[in-house]
């Protein structure tokens, strides 16, 4: 989930919360505008702030290691049908949009070593049990030998991570990308 952050002054106030102690008001509205709500699970995103929060930790911590974990979504799983819910062109383009920042964030010279897609396989999600989905790969959890099978966005990540070459091109305000 994507959300804009800013500096506000420490607290007066004796009692201390997440909120106040990180001395940050949150916030899905900034002087540009909203964040753009996802269509799929009504998640906010803005995969350029990836890129900000990175140029943020070089600028002001002095350029740490940075690994990202867990980039991804949720997905409603609702009553679709397992081959709709196998066609998921919209994690690619999550995913796909978020790895064009943090290359843009790599040529700015920040110190990523390392990213990690949310998540490889659906799972059960303490809240919500088997009714959202998260992975790159399909899990049949009617059938008891739950079988699985790559769903397009991990058909187009392994492309990914097997290519030689830099197979995502962004159009030219680097809001979006895709594969050639």
């Known amino acids: 989930m994507t959300q804009f952050a800013r500096s506000v002054p420490p607290s007066n ?21 909203p964040i753009s709500a996802c269509p799929f699970g009504g998640v906010y995103n803005r995969p350029r702030g990836i890129l900000d929060v990175l140029e943020y930790f070089k600028t002001n911590y002095g350029n740490p290691k940075v690994y990202i974990t867990e980039n991804g979504f949720r997905s409603l799983d609702g009553n679709h049908l397992a081959e709709e819910i196998k066609n998921d062109q919209h994690r690619t ?14 040529e700015k010279g ?24 998260f992975g790159l790969t399909y899990i049949d959890f009617t059938n008891i030998t739950y079988d699985r099978d790559l769903k397009s966005s991990g058909k187009w990540y392994q492309k990914f991570l097997q290519s ?14 895709f594969m050639e």
């Open 164 to 177: 030689k070459q830099n197979v995502i091109k962004q159009v030219p305000d680097r809001t979006q990308c």
């Open 13 to 33: 106030s004796n009692r201390f919360s997440v909120m106040t102690d990180s001395q940050t008001d949150i916030s899905y509205v900034n002087e540009d505008g």
């Open 93 to 106: 383009d999550f995913i796909c949009s978020h790895i064009c920042f943090v290359r843009s964030a790599i």
């Open 110 to 133: 920040c110190q990523v070593k390392g990213y990690f897609v949310w998540s490889l396989g659906d799972n059960y999600e303490f809240c919500d049990g088997y009714t959202v989905r």
